[in-house]
């Protein structure tokens, strides 16, 4: 079943405080270990990582220790077992890459997974199993994972990214506008299947991640360069272009000082990079002027972008909507627009 990240999020707040395991599938880099540090954080449990694919069958029961009598022998826990079975607060243990790990490695799993015990150690029950793995298809060394595994899991999902759960992600992490307009505009490139085998990076939220943290750190005559190698030529290619126009439309600054007779672009590419500029440049003492703007969107029948204005604004400064021009705008069409009218 395909979730988006908003519905993964919510769900893992109702599962992990019932201490139910979910595996969560999906693509490389689009954002699952991501939302399970996010969940520990929302739901106050400490998060403990493990990386199946570099463990052997004994990191899961543990290491056999002579009885004090020479003849018996208990498994002793260690490492991430030993954190997991002392635990005192609620804890999610994260097992990452699972479908990368040996068979011998997930069946070792198994009985943590389902009967919460290894031989005589039995885990607290404020431990709660999350696990993430890629694809078959997604050429990252996955062969699968054992079906008496799949079923010892509550639920499975897959996830797949979506630009408005990017976007909201972007904004508040003061991700660069044209980055968010180039990727509005282009929602197709946030994430592609790789089909090669070439060492070569693909567009994902994560490689755009990338981009955003050398974006006005790399020259312009290095940005191509920078750029191909986080999410590959053709998507460079284009974000460069779109660079170009965004570099050529009147500065936010300047809109903002004549907000009643700025010139509004035609071009759709344009009305994205000036929406996203705008919002970044929005505070509460100069959000009347965003109004004026926004309304004059509104009368042009960009009534899109005027939403997208507006919606990035409150994201990026909540305080605006303390601003009296804010208070006014809900009478009128922006008010429809906040509403989702």
Known sequence: MKVTPTQLTELLSLYVPKRLPVLITGRPGIGKSDIVDETARETDH??????????????????????????????LPFG???????????????????GQASPAVQAAK???????????????????????????????????????VISR???????????????????RSNVQAELIAFLRFRPDLLSVQKTSRDIENSPSPRSWGFVAKTMGIVPKHLEHISYAGSVGEGAATELVSFLQIYRELPSPDAILLAPDTAVIPEKTSALY????????RASEANFDRVVTYTERLIDAGHR??????????????????????????????IGKIIRGE
């Open 304 to 333: 899109e972008f005027a939403a997208l204005l507006v919606r990035d604004s409150v994201e990026r400064t909540p305080a605006v909507q303390n601003s009296y021009a804010f208070i006014r705008a809900q009478a009128g069409e």
């Open 273 to 280: 990079a000036v929406a996203a500029a705008l919002a970044a």
């Open 153 to 171: 899991f509550a639920t499975v999902v897959e996830l797949e990214p979506t630009i408005d759960d990017w976007t909201k992600w972007a904004v």
């Open 46 to 75: 400490e998060l403990l990582i493990s990386h199946p694919v570099v463990e052997d069958p004994t990191d899961s029961k543990g290491l056999p220790f002579p009885g004090a009598d020479g003849t018996t022998a208990k498994f």
């Open 80 to 98: 991430d077992l030993e954190r997991a079975m002392t635990a005192r607060r609620p804890l999610i243990w994260f097992l990452d890459d699972l």
């Open 110 to 148: 198994m009985q943590l997974l389902l009967a919460r015990r290894v031989g005589e150690h039995v885990l607290p029950p404020q431990v709660t199993f999350l696990a993430a793995t890629n694809r078959r298809t997604d050429n990252a060394g996955v062969t699968g994972i054992l079906d008496p």
